[in-house]
């Protein structure tokens, strides 16, 4: 599964790409073979301190496209996870943009594979 994060400015721009993909109209970075959903949940709770567990039941990460029988899903970052990443600087971006995803998140059988295949300028 290729996970393609990407920056839109409003829930409704990027929900419009639900079903194809940013493209070209945003700037993004493709990964293969994790789950974003719990990579999200991680990289909040690593950063703000909140569980996991408490992130789920506050709806996090909150869908703006659900998922169909198709298997797109586009889900907004919360305020307090866009506000940490913001705060630790582009070059600690960087290292996590070009490093493996946190491993709790990762496809156990193919963790070897899950780093960044492609970028078009998201960092």
């Avoid at 990579?39 to 408490?54: C, D, F, H, I, P």
């Avoid at 797109?72 to 705060?87: G, I, N, P």
Wanted: proline residues 7%; charged residues 30%; positive net charge.
């Amino acid at each position: 599964m290729d996970v393609e994060f990407f920056l839109a400015p409003t829930n409704r721009s990027a929900a419009t790409v639900r079903s194809t993909g940013p493209g070209r109209a945003f700037e993004s970075l493709v990964y293969e073979c994790f789950y974003p959903d719990d990579a999200v949940l991680e990289w909040e709770s690593r950063l703000t301190g909140v569980t996991v567990e408490r992130l789920r039941r506050r709806g996090e990460p909150r869908a703006v496209a659900s998922m169909r029988n198709d298997g797109y899903e586009v889900f907004a970052l919360s305020e307090q996870l866009r506000t940490a990443l913001a705060s630790v600087g582009k070059d600690a971006l960087h290292g996590v943009a070009r490093g493996a995803p946190i491993p709790s998140a990762v496809d156990p059988g193919r963790a070897e594979q899950s780093r960044p295949r492609a970028s078009r300028k998201l960092l």
